[in-house]
């Protein structure tokens, strides 16, 4: 059973204490939604478990790896609030990256992801062409492309309409009956069920 296990967990920013002694634990199909006033730590606990930032105290395991082990970092898919794509390249490439931070993934999958996430022949076009919503697609076809069990998603329903969330809300609850484990934030009204919280 995937169970991923944070103990004693503390966070600082400049003079600002985040949060300390967090411990909680995420098994093989939990939802957890992570909850907080701007600037309680949301974004800042989801890089920490992504192993791109590093906390004060604690540890972060995933079964018997630790948070920033190669095996570790193969299984977490990490989507920040932001679009990090390259204008300069178009959304096949982009997506190419963006899932090869954790293993090399065939490019007929690729657009069948974009295709799932309403982006069916825009491999192409370049990302600086796109509109806001289009770029978060692109990002979010990640989920659809990703081989990892563990999703950290910031803000993923951010600049999407209403068709737009509802496609990625399929796809988390697709990935947690599966026995995935979905960590996310959002200041959106969000219809998956079976959520967990979590208060910063």
Known sequence: MLALNVQ??????GYNRLFEELSFTANSGDLLRITGINGSGK???????????????????????????????????YLGHLSA???????????EFLTG????????????ALDK??????QN???SKLSAG???????????????KIWL??????????????????CIKTHCQQGGICIFTTHQASNLPNQKTLAL
């Not at 930032?53 to 970092?73: A, F, H, R, T």
């Not at 996430?117 to 825009?122: A, M, N, Q, T």
């Not at 289009?134 to 990640?142: F, H, M, N, P, T």
Request: with cysteine.
């Open 8 to 13: 004693n967990l503390s966070c600082q920013r």
């Open 43 to 77: 974004t800042s606990l989801l890089k920490i478990l992504a192993g791109l930032s590093d906390s004060q105290k604690g540890q972060i395991m995933l079964g018997e790896n630790l948070v920033k082990s190669p095996k570790y970092q193969q299984e977490v898919f």
């Open 85 to 95: 794509l390259s204008g300069q390249l178009n959304c096949l490439e982009n997506l």
């Open 101 to 112: 931070l954790n293993s090399a993934t065939a490019s007929p999958l690729l657009l069948e």
């Open 117 to 122: 996430i309403g982006l069916k022949g825009y």
């Open 125 to 127: 076009e370049y990302c």
């Open 134 to 148: 289009q770029k978060r697609r692109v990002i979010l076809a990640g989920l659809f492309a990703s081989k990892a």
């Open 153 to 170: 998603l910031d803000e993923p329903f951010t600049a999407l309409d209403r068709d737009g969330i509802s496609l990625v809300e399929a």
